[in-house]
């Protein structure tokens, strides 16, 4: 984690303030912001949750996003969602948003992440090879108030920690650790100037250098070594079989199914268009690949059921393989409770989006539209690719990587946010990760409600679930 040591400087209540490098008039105005949101919302009002009379029913709103998706693969979705509390509360970031939305917000804006739960955080390769850690979905991510993504790491934490079967106290602590360590961070960032914020990133290596328990640092040294095996080449032998003409996607319904012939044709034509968004050195790389094959792909939780493929691809002299993802981008699910986004075509904004949020973006990463109006980008399928396993943390590692994300989504809100109005709201107390810790707790009650909601859904026959997530 490439961090700079930071001073700082008394105010005059004898309070530290970041020592902001910026013109006088800017840290003035960063104050008298600080204090008019603090009027209207106090850092410990954002503790508070209690569902409000007229809380949108949690079924109702997923119904709602399953009318646009696959109806074959809806089922799909709903399985995953209700074998645990984690996985419901990864396949409900509109059920969150709207919560969210229900309360008063600070009007501190950045560009949101929009589910930035503890497994939206990852490792992969930066086009330089280098191993980094960054968050790593974007398909919410749309301008909003700082505090929705933390609420939605918080939350997540906590609901991990009793999933694994830890106690509310240990869930308390892990998500005030990384609230802490989001506050910490955003206030070392303020005193940066732009260019050196933007240049930060989290290098899986230093990271692996702060760890001093041997055995939790074998942990995360195979968690590393796991990344780096997830290549194409290594993706070729676990998704393809051997074709007339060279390998072919390996079918295995209902997860990776062939697309019929006219969809061929189609992911060809999109192909062409995809090529058009990418910067033009991008092009030429692009240009040294033919399309090979391609299949549809059930991907992640919350995603099931939106149009996902798999696109594989050959370099024209060697043969090498290279693999696409192509997923669809539908309207963010915070959309409904915040400024429209100043992209209409939805695969823009997630790129737009994941280019301001991480610190170095796949190379590949593109968009276009596909049939029926429908938007899509595209990425890499797999480049040294890896997520910590959440289901298996102790008390310890769970806690360093919660306080891990939270310096992470830091480091992208301070890409995009005011930075100084941010850290001088936050302060350097600890009143803010305290109410995050509270908000953290009671999100989880809500989401054990929420859950079995869903299960007697599920058991009424108000909802359809398959057999099994598959």
Not at 328 to 343: G, I, K, M, T
Not at 367 to 374: K, L, N, Q
Request: charge should be positive; include cysteine; hydrophobic fraction near 40%.
């Amino acid at each position: 984690m490439t961090t700079s040591a930071v001073s700082t400087e008394r105010n005059g209540s004898g309070g530290k303030t970041p020592n902001d490098r910026s013109a006088p008039p800017a840290r003035a105005a960063a104050k008298e912001m600080r204090r008019a949101v603090r009027r209207r919302v106090p850092r410990s009002a954002l503790g508070e949750w209690s569902p409000p009379a007229d809380r949108l029913d949690p079924i109702a709103i997923l119904q709602q996003q399953a009318a646009t998706r696959v109806p074959e693969l809806v089922p799909i979705r709903y399985a995953r969602m209700v074998s645990g509390m984690f996985p419901f509360l990864r396949g409900a970031p509109a059920v969150m948003a709207a919560d969210l939305a229900a309360a008063e917000h600070t009007g501190l804006t950045v560009q949101l992440c929009g589910d930035a739960h503890p497994v939206n955080f990852g490792l992969f390769a930066s086009p330089e090879r280098a191993l980094v850690f960054d968050l790593n979905d974007f398909d919410e991510t749309l301008p909003g108030p700082f505090e929705w993504d933390v609420k939605r790491l918080v939350a997540g934490l906590a609901v991990a920690a009793r999933a694994n079967g830890l106690d509310d106290t240990c869930a308390l602590r892990c998500a005030e650790s990384a609230a802490g360590a989001y506050r910490a961070a955003m206030r070392e960032y303020a005193a940066m100037d732009g260019l050196s914020v933007w240049y930060q990133r989290t290098d899986a290596e230093s990271g692996l250098a702060l760890i001093r328990k041997p055995a939790r640092r074998r942990r995360v040294e195979h968690t590393l070594d796991a990344a780096r095996a997830r290549t194409t080449l290594q993706a070729v032998g676990k998704l393809t079989e051997p074709g007339p003409d060279g390998p072919r996607i390996r079918h295995r319904p209902p997860l990776l199914v062939p697309v019929e012939q006219i969809d061929a044709d189609v992911v060809t034509a999109v192909f062409h268009a995809y090529r058009e968004s990418l910067p033009e050195d991008r092009q030429v790389l692009l240009d040294r690949y033919r399309v090979v094959d391609a299949a549809r792909k059930v991907v992640g939780v919350g995603s099931v059921g939106t149009r996902c493929f798999i696109v594989l691809l050959a370099d024209r002299d060697t043969g090498d393989p290279l693999f696409l993802q192509v997923k669809e981008a539908e309207q963010s699910v915070l959309a409904a409770h915040l400024e429209p986004s100043r992209y209409r075509h939805q695969g823009r904004r997630v790129v737009h989006g994941q280019r301001v949020i991480q610190s170095t973006a796949d190379i590949f990463l593109g968009w276009c539209s596909g049939p029926e109006g429908r938007f899509f980008y595209w990425r890499q399928l797999r480049d040294m690719k890896g997520s910590a396993d959440v289901d298996t943390m102790t008390p310890g590692v769970l806690r360093a990587y919660g306080a891990l994300c939270g310096r992470t989504l830091a480091r992208a809100h301070a890409r995009s946010g005011d930075r100084v109005a941010i850290a001088s709201y936050l302060g350097s107390s600890d009143v803010f990760d305290r109410a995050m810790s509270r908000f953290a707790l009671a999100y989880a009650d809500q989401t054990i409600i929420d859950h079995q909601r869903l299960v007697d859904a599920i058991a009424s026959g108000e909802v359809l679930a398959a057999e099994k997530g598959w």
